[in-house]
């Protein structure tokens, strides 16, 4: 069906030749039930951009074209077909299809009710609101671009050191003495907060201004670094734009749990106890006597 989805961006450039059917219009019949029009855009509205669900009927005939439209009202009549192929076969009576039928409805009924509470309260207002609402609590932060030189010993280290304080490329040295991450880029570890890294390594970082090298070799758990700072800034959190995305799922995430608090509080729910299991006869217990008996 990739075809379908491409051929709608053509709209009516590529539109049928002739005038459109009604929407309600029939367009074949199947064991003398019929197959309108409407029945064919309601299978293009599952190919179709979203951009386009929204189009009138009448103007959405208009735009589809004609090997489209032949192909959607070949896969709506096959679909159609096989339905009505399956129940009389008596699909529609087997316990485990209804079953299997009854969870899928379950599910689309509970997803509709959800998106019909929760969407109208996510907004591009209730977006925003909320990021100028975090914006003031958001800490500015300082991050530094830094390379490293990760080596096994310090021994290697000071030799590393040595070598950048006698004016070679730090890059060069990082290719060949270094074994961590970003060797292969010079050391570049890109730009990172405090907290990103490991407090030896952090400590030592933030120390340093631009183009300064540590004065000796930092140890942490992962081996001996030489640090080299390059550039700091201090930033003041993302931008709405970069922010907004995140943002509107946690909206979502906070109003489908409020709203389904809300409508389970709606609906009458009584429990019951289940009953408690036979308690299991002790081993070696003898069986009770037969009444009459002693």
């Known amino acids: 069906m990739r075809f379908l989805h491409f051929a709608f961006v053509l709209l009516a450039s590529s539109a049928l030749a002739q005038a459109p059917a009604a929407p309600d219009a029939i367009i074949a019949r199947i064991e003398g039930e019929p197959v309108r029009m409407s029945d064919v855009l309601a299978t293009a509205a599952e190919v179709m951009p979203a951009e386009m669900r929204g189009v009138p009927a009448e103007a959405l005939l208009a735009m589809i074209p004609a090997e489209a439209m032949r192909q ?17 076969a008596g699909l529609d009576r087997d316990p485990e299809v209804r079953a299997r039928l009854a969870r899928a409805e379950a599910q689309e009924l509970t997803q509709t009710l959800l998106q019909r509470e929760v969407l109208p309260r996510v907004t591009d207002a209730t977006i925003r609101a909320r990021y100028d609402r975090d914006a003031g609590t958001t800490q500015a932060e300082d991050e530094v671009r830094a390379r490293h030189i990760l080596v096994p010993t310090e021994a290697e280290a000071r030799t590393a050191l040595a070598d950048l304080n006698r004016g070679q490329s730090f890059e060069d040295v990082a290719r060949r003495m270094a074994t961590g991450p970003g060797s292969r880029e010079g050391g570049d ?106």
Request: aromatic share 6%.
């Open 72 to 88: 959607l009202i070949d896969r709506t009549i096959t679909d159609r077909a096989l339905v009505t192929a399956a129940r009389r």
């Open 189 to 294: 570890l890109g730009w990172f907060k405090r907290a990103d890294m490991v407090p030896p390594f952090a400590d030592a970082a933030f120390a340093l201004q631009p183009g300064q090298l540590v004065p000796a070799p930092v140890r942490t758990q992962f081996g001996w670094h030489v640090i080299r700072v390059d550039e700091r800034r201090r930033t003041q959190g993302p931008s709405f734009d970069d922010a907004r995305e995140q943002i509107r799922q946690a909206l979502l995430q906070e109003e489908v749990a409020g709203a389904v608090e809300r409508l389970r509080g709606s609906v009458n729910i009584q429990r019951v106890e289940a009953p408690a299991a036979p308690a299991a006869p002790l081993v070696g217990t003898p069986p009770p006597a037969p009444a009459g008996r002693r």
